[in-house]
C-alpha cells in the first residue's frame, strides 16, 4: 500500500507501508491491504506506520481527514506535534 501524510505546509511521510492505524473520530482504527474504500475524520492522536514485520514509526497528529482507496492512503493533517 501506498501512504502519503500530508500538511498544509509540507508532506510528512510517502512510502510503501503494510499497515497503518488513525485515530479516528470514534476511536483508532487500523487500515490494511485490500481494505474497503473509507473517508474518516480524525482527531489529535498517533498515526502508527507499519512497513514490513518490525519496522515502525509514528507521528501525532492534530486533527484531520484520512482517505484510503485501491490501496492509496491519503492522511490531511492539520498539523504534526
Do not use: Y
Request: aromatic share 4%.
Amino acid at each position: 500500500m501506498n501512504l502519503e501524510i500530508l500538511t498544509p505546509d509540507k508532506k510528512v511521510f510517502e512510502g510503501e507501508v503494510t499497515a497503518v492505524t488513525v485515530p479516528g473520530t470514534l476511536g483508532s482504527f487500523q487500515i490494511l491491504k485490500d481494505h474497503a474504500p473509507i473517508i474518516s475524520t480524525l482527531e489529535d492522536g498517533e498515526v502508527i506506520i507499519k512497513a514490513g514485520k518490525t519496522d515502525e514509526q509514528r507521528f501525532f497528529i492534530k486533527g484531520g481527514v484520512v482517505e484510503a482507496i485501491h490501496n492509496k492512503i491519503v492522511v490531511l493533517a492539520e498539523g504534526i506535534a
